[in-house]
Nanobody, 124 residues
């Protein structure tokens, strides 16, 4: 069982930056692929990006070149660094863990564990 706890959300002006963290329990964090999803009000949850157990990353086109995902296996933590934020980035952000560590999937059904989410609000 893996428990995920996100933190770092908040209110930021457009053009600003935020860093989200996702702390995981368990001794096998390094084996999991980790991903970030987001859900805006009235919209479906969407893939933001992910990092494989080996450290390579994939991103949605909407955040590529603005967001960066990294992981610190010693701290059982994955990060989402968000720069040049836009009002359309406003959403609840969720981290997810997938047991097939070599793969980052766009579809949320491929992830085994989820955090409770943290709210990011970008004002114009």
């Amino acid at each position: 069982q893996v428990q995920l706890v996100e933190s770092g959300g908040g209110l930021v002006q457009a053009g600003g930056s935020l860093r989200l963290s996702c702390a995981a329990s368990g001794r096998t964090f390094n084996l999991y692929a980790m991903a970030w999803f987001r859900q805006a009000p009235g919209k479906a949850r969407e893939f933001v990006g992910g990092i494989r157990s080996g450290g390579s990353t994939s991103y949605a086109n909407s955040v590529k070149d603005r967001f960066t995902i990294s992981r610190d296996n010693a701290k059982n933590t994955v990060y989402l660094e968000m720069n040049s934020l836009k009002p359309e980035d406003t959403a609840a952000y969720y981290c997810a863990a997938g047991a097939r560590g070599a793969f980052v999937y766009v579809a949320e059904l491929n992830y085994d564990y989820w955090g409770q989410g943290t709210q990011v609000t970008v004002s114009s």
